[in-house]
């Protein structure tokens, strides 16, 4: 759905729609190589709780995740995008990444908005964990009080913070260090 589509359906009476699919970051791709991160496969993502399921409200708005999938779910597609970008998925390598979504949220009131996500990351090499870390990501933004602005707005801000959660993962010294480390 377009932007122009989802502000005029937003502004007459609220309404869904899914988060958008996002392309792979130059800034990820570019942290990966340079710091030669051995390829990756992806496990599970699982959410840690109910209330981080398929949607999140702002306002009349309800966003849900795409196509079925749960945030949880989204955030696994979200590494999928920017290893596969690298060269560094490999579904057959020893290294795997699990994930729980632990925390996602939006607060926004009629001047400013905020919103957070954060997961448990696992790394695992032949099904042993070699690091288990705690990572999360927020952000703040201004809001209008024009309800379709505000709710565009803090979808806009919410699905770019899938992508520096997954960048701060693959960016973070230790996890580089435990992919790298031989075994």
Known sequence: MGRAAVLLCLALAGCSAPVAELPPSLETI?????QAVPPLALGTFT???KAIGRSISVRLGVLHAPKGKTFAEFLGATFETELK???KLDPASPLRIDAVLNE???D???KKGGGALGAKVTLLRGGRAVLAKDYRV?????SDWIGAIAID???TNYNGLYAQLVRKVLSDPEFV???KQVP
């Open 177 to 179: 260090a435990a992919a």
């Open 85 to 87: 970008a690298a060269g």
């Open 138 to 142: 927020d952000a703040k933004w201004g």
């Open 47 to 49: 959410s840690g709780n």
């Open 30 to 34: 570019r942290v990966l190589r340079e």
């Open 108 to 110: 926004e009131d009629f």
């Open 104 to 106: 996602s949220r939006i």
């Open 153 to 155: 707005q803090a979808f």
